[in-house]
């Protein structure tokens, strides 16, 4: 597999796992995990369809249409919340180490 094939199944698979977490009742909306998974793939699809749809029309797609596809990949992008990762910086210290704690190191 190409090295983007593996990024998009990680990224497929975390995304399935928070569905099947959404789905037993955990709270994933408010981990930090959710967040910065959150964050990776809308950038990971913003830029997709936004820099894709802009350079390369696929057949059978008129050109309108692939730049209304590309701003939305665009829009994508600006959808981003930044507020919980600016908290997840903020307490970084104390969650390393509570990782550190329950590694044993």
Same mark, same amino acid.
């Given at each position: 597999?190409?090295?983007?094939?593996?990024?998009?199944?990680?990224?497929?698979?975390?995304?399935?796992?928070?569905?099947?977490?959404?789905?037993?009742?955990?709270?994933?909306?408010?981990?930090?995990?959710?967040?910065?998974?959150?964050?990776?793939?809308? +950038? @990971?699809? &913003?830029? #997709?369809l936004?820099?894709?749809?802009?350079? *390369?029309? !696929?057949?059978?797609?008129?050109? /309108?249409?692939?730049?209304? +596809? @590309?701003? &939305?990949g #665009?829009?994508?992008?600006?959808?981003?919340? *930044?507020? !919980?990762?600016?908290?997840?910086y /903020?307490?970084?210290d104390?969650l390393?180490?509570?990782?550190?704690?329950i590694?044993?190191?």
């Open positions: 597999m190409k090295h983007y094939q593996w990024y998009f199944l990680i990224l497929k698979t975390i995304v399935f796992l928070q569905l099947v977490f959404v789905t037993l009742g955990f709270k994933v909306a408010e981990s930090p995990v959710f967040a910065i998974i959150d964050t990776i793939f809308k +950038i @990971s699809l &913003g830029l #997709f936004g820099i894709y749809f802009w350079l *390369f029309t !696929p057949p059978g797609l008129d050109w /309108e249409d692939g730049i209304i +596809i @590309s701003i &939305g #665009f829009l994508i992008l600006t959808e981003i919340e *930044f507020q !919980p990762l600016i908290k997840l /903020e307490t970084r104390v390393l180490k509570k990782v550190k704690d590694l044993g190191l």
